[in-house]
């Protein structure tokens, strides 16, 4: 029995060629899933970019303060 911890991890890759000219099938399927699916994958491509971009950062709302003089007061 092969101990998955001791050996490195191997991801095969995928690969489907098509014609240029062929239509996009992906449009097609999309159009198929309900809104919360189509959500949640691009939720888990946001994820997985900005991990990717980031490493191991938590993603965060950048915070803008802006100082505005009111006239008339000191």
């Given at each position: 029995?092969?101990?998955m911890?001791?050996?490195?991890?191997?991801?095969?890759?995928?690969?489907?060629k098509?014609?240029?000219?062929?239509?996009?099938?992906?449009?097609?399927?999309?159009?198929?899933q309900?809104?919360?699916?189509?959500?949640?994958?691009?939720?888990?491509i946001?994820?997985?970019?900005?991990?990717?971009?980031?490493?191991?950062?938590?993603p965060?709302l950048?915070?803008?303060c802006?100082?505005?003089?009111?006239?008339?007061?000191?």
């Amino acid at each position: 029995m092969i101990d998955m911890q001791d050996s490195p991890r191997r991801v095969m890759p995928v690969v489907k060629k098509v014609s240029m000219r062929e239509p996009n099938r992906d449009i097609a399927y999309w159009r198929t899933q309900p809104p919360q699916a189509r959500i949640d994958v691009l939720e888990e491509i946001r994820r997985e970019y900005h991990l990717w971009k980031y490493g191991e950062a938590e993603p965060r709302l950048q915070k803008v303060c802006t100082i505005v003089r009111i006239s008339g007061q000191r």
